[in-house]
């Protein structure tokens, strides 16, 4: 069976965490190297891997294209309005052409119904770079970042303010999985959506909204936040005055656990969702939350490719 990796559930906690580890080892196994260099094992040498870009990217885009490099294979840069999807092309027909053509594509669109449909119909695995419902490439590298700075995952405490949105659902998604406890701070009227908190009610997790933000990051050993205004959107004045209450400063941060490690997927809207004193002062990880998202998604690709697992 096609190993699709459209949300963290599609794989399951067993393929999370030899995936995690994976990613810690070849990091570790690189301390030192050029960034080019192939990994000794070359595990992916002659494979391919399309990249659809329906939203701008920089993480992404080259965090993918390294991962590929680094695992012995190459990419195809495919930017959405630049193809036949743009002319209205199926997704249908693209995943059955593509799939002649590569072994793997990831996807970064607004619907998270096209990314599904690509899986669907796609004979070689299909990854979810970013939809308007789910970022689950990112919470891997979040997971790897927090493994690093507190040396676990199991039992920790996350605390999300801002926007009930794609970021926020992978991570209610993550914790029900692994073993972690989310308290998703936000004001009323963005909660995130009903399903995610459904799903993980339903593996027992306990997923709770809290409307005061000092409330949300009481004894939080992880601070996340992620841009109040996504890519699209229009500065809608009305939605950043709700957020302001939660923006991150040094005063949430001093309410969460000491300690507490702060992330966030980038680009920051710096003086919006947090402020420059937390995002660059000493417990802010996400430089190593950035550069983990090239090491997580190496694993991700292994486990599409049946290389972990």
Known sequence: MTRHFIDLADAGAEAIAAMLGDAQARKAARGGWPKGRVDADAPLAGHVLAMIFEKNSTRTRVSFDMAMRQLGGTTIVMDGGSTQLGRGEPIEDTARVLSRYVDAI?????????????????????????????????????????????????????????????????????????????????????????????????????VEIVRDPLRAVTNADVVVTDTWISMGQAHAEEKLAAMMPFQVTEAVMAAAAPGATFLHCLPAHRGEEVVDAVIDGPQSAIWDEAENRLHAQKAVLLWCLGLIG
């Open 106 to 206: 990831m996807i970064r669109t607004d619907d998270h119904e096209k990314a599904r449909a690509l899986a669907e119909y796609a004979t070689v695995p299909v990854i979810n770079g970013l939809t308007d419902q789910s970022h689950p490439c990112q919470v891997m590298a979040d997971m790897l970042t927090v493994i690093e700075h507190r040396a676990k995952l199991v039992g920790t405490r996350w605390a999300w303010l801002g926007d009930g949105n794609n970021m926020t659902h992978s991570i209610i998604e993550a914790g029900s999985l692994m073993g972690f406890d989310v308290r998703v701070g936000c004001p009323a009227g963005y909660d995130p959506d009903m399903r995610y908190i459904d799903a993980a009610n339903a593996r027992g997790a306990t």
